[in-house]
């Protein structure tokens, strides 16, 4: 009775937490954040020439490249995805394409987009789901390890081998410094974790409370080295269209920052992406603070860099998550009928 009371009591905290979060603090934050970047952005002197730039740019086929880039970025996901459930099933490819989609209109309304296997689990056999999961958390692993350790890469180019990087020098070096060693450690702990996970299968079925748990993660310890290699060069490639659509966009609003040096600013902005805590409509004003902080740095094109951190969420996260919503709206009408 005791834990039954205690569990439900859990159940309704948690409950409030968010509704707390989704009705008022979520709201709060997206409109303060707003309000600061469209305040930001009306006192840029030439905001009239830079909204007409932004209007003809849709005649760019930079622009059309970009959002072919979406379909790459999510059939890398695909190929990573059936990798990934390889030991578990068999997922072909289209399948594998509407899984992704699928997950990426759960993950809109999930914090730092932690719930994409709500969505996959869709196409997954219902006997198979439990056992998905970890290989799920490994699949996102895999892309947090490469974002962290290109940011980190960034991160320390702009530190050490570019004395002119704005960046470092409009901040308190001890908090650059602390940035640099959290950001490095965090990817030395994600490659122990990636490339150690058997070790981590096998400590977890020794410990006796955790055994039930240990047997669905079982499936990790059947990676091959070779096979984690491969999901790694996938989440590289994803990661580098990412950084490629970003650039184009950037470059179609006017945003006048050199390949190399908008590359470096990039892999920083995504690490700071990946570490910010979101959930749904507050990513969109966080992720312009985020980019407009950064690259103000180096462009004095306000309303430019704004309008590429829109695009960059319509195009990747906005467009997919409408389309993964109609596959599952599909799916729901096909087993009510």
Known sequence: MQYGRYFYQNYYLSKSIKILF?????????????WSLYKQ??????????WNEIKNSFQSPALWLAFLLMFVNWGLEASKWQL????????????????VLAGCSITMLTPNRVGEYGGRILYVKEENRLDAIPLTILGSISQLFITVLMGTGGLIYLKFFNHQAQLFNSLPAYTADILLYISSSAAVF????YFRVGLIVKLLSNIKFLKKA?????????FSRKQLLRILFLSFLRYM?????????????????????????LTVFYLVMAIAPTIGFTELPIRAAASLEILQLYSNNLLGIQAASLG??????????????????????????
């Open 190 to 193: 994600l490659l122990l974790i």
């Open 84 to 99: 990934l459930l390889q030991p578990l099933q068999r997922l072909s490819f289209t399948n594998a394409f509407k899984s």
């Open 41 to 50: 952005i009306a006192h840029q002197p030439d905001i009239e020439n830079r």
């Open 22 to 34: 989704n009705w008022f603090l979520g709201p709060l934050i997206f409109v303060f954040l707003s």
């Open 214 to 222: 240990a047997s669905h993660i079982l499936l990790l310890n059947t």
């Open 312 to 337: 960059i969420w319509m195009i990747n996260l906005v467009i997919p998550a409408i389309i993964g919503s109609l596959l599952i709206l599909g799916i729901k009408i096909l087993k009510d009928k």
């Open 241 to 265: 269209v990412f950084i490629l659509q970003f650039i184009l966009l950037l470059q179609i609003m006017q945003v006048q920052i050199s390949f190399f040096t908008c590359f470096r600013l």
